[in-house]
């Protein structure tokens, strides 16, 4: 454990379900008071609350924020700071894919994607920032992809959001490099959550293969090692960039993508 981390609080956004479900707990894990954010069911949303709170021994409180929407995205980081006192950690990490050639991408699709996967981690961090900056303390931490460092097929806007976050990333870095406050991202390669299930249909139809040709000729295919990276592998590296171990480290797009970006 970092017990640096012990009492610090924590936004994670998109936190209902996969990445950000599990690094919300891994941050409960090391002590932090969290705030998970996210669409889902609510009993379920309720009772993954509870049991992350209980396993942890730290408070949980859920907030439904509509990401898409700016205002909410901002209430979200300062009702946050009311409750807890401060946000000290901020983890943008909700996002959306869809796989389609871009001629016939849906229109309203590239503007919900723009809203969640971009502007939402501008909002947040633009309501976050004031806090941190006077406390001396923040960590903020961008979930990008692999696809902020390099391109695939269809899927030209999300690729466009990921790289659009990777810059700013890097922008705000340098803003507050004397403030004690950091700013990375993390690029993972595929992750086995609902967001990759669910765009291997789309990535078939679109290059004309079955689901199964899907995942082992294209997902694992971008992955030297072959295996899907885990959820611990991604903690490993949001935990250290919290800590104060990870006070140097700014600005910077960390891949944990089994080797796709060194080829
Ligand atoms: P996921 O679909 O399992 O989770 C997405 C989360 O975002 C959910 O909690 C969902 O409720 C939330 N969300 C969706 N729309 C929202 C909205 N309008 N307002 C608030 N919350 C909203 O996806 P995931 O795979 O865990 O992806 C998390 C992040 O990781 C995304 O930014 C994604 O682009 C990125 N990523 C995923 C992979 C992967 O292989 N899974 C790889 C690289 C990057």
Redesign the pocket.
């Known amino acids: 454990m970092f017990e640096d981390l012990r009492e610090r609080s924590a936004v994670v956004?998109?936190?209902?379900?996969?990445?950000?479900?599990h690094m919300a707990e891994a941050l409960a894990a090391q002590g932090c008071n969290v705030t998970i954010?996210?669409?889902?069911d609510k009993d379920e949303i309720e009772a993954e609350r509870k049991r992350i709170a209980e396993a942890h021994g730290v408070e949980v409180r859920f907030d439904g924020?509509?990401?898409?929407d700016a205002q909410e995205t901002a209430r979200l980081v300062t009702d946050a700071e009311e409750a807890f006192g401060a946000v000290d950690i901020l983890v943008n990490?909700?996002?959306?894919?869809k796989v389609s050639p871009i001629d016939e991408f849906p229109e309203d699709k590239w503007d919900q994607m723009i809203a969640?996967?971009l502007s939402a981690v501008f909002h947040a961090t633009k309501a976050a920032l004031p806090g941190m900056k006077s406390r001396g303390f923040g960590r903020i931490v961008n979930?990008?992809?692999?696809?902020g460092l390099v391109a695939s097929p269809f899927k030209a806007p999300?690729v466009a959001t990921?790289h659009g976050v990777v810059g700013f990333t890097k922008s705000v870095a340098l803003e507050t490099a004397e403030s004690g406050v950091t700013v990375n991202a993390i690029?993972?390669?595929?992750?086995e959550?609902?967001?990759?299930t669910?765009q291997i249909g789309d990535t078939a139809k679109a290059r004309g293969m079955t689901e199964e040709e899907v995942k082992n000729e294209v997902i694992l295919k971008a992955q030297p090692t072959k295996q899907f990276?885990t959820y611990e592998q991604l903690n490993g590296l949001l935990i250290y960039l919290c800590s104060d171990a990870g006070a140097s480290c700014t600005g910077s797009a960390y891949t944990v993508d089994g080797g796709w970006t060194a080829q």
């Open positions: 956004t998109g936190s209902t379900s996969g990445i950000g479900l954010n996210g669409l889902g924020a509509n990401l898409m990490n909700a996002g959306m894919q969640l996967n979930t990008a992809s692999a696809h999300y990921k690029c993972p390669g595929y992750v959550t609902p967001l990759v669910g990276v």
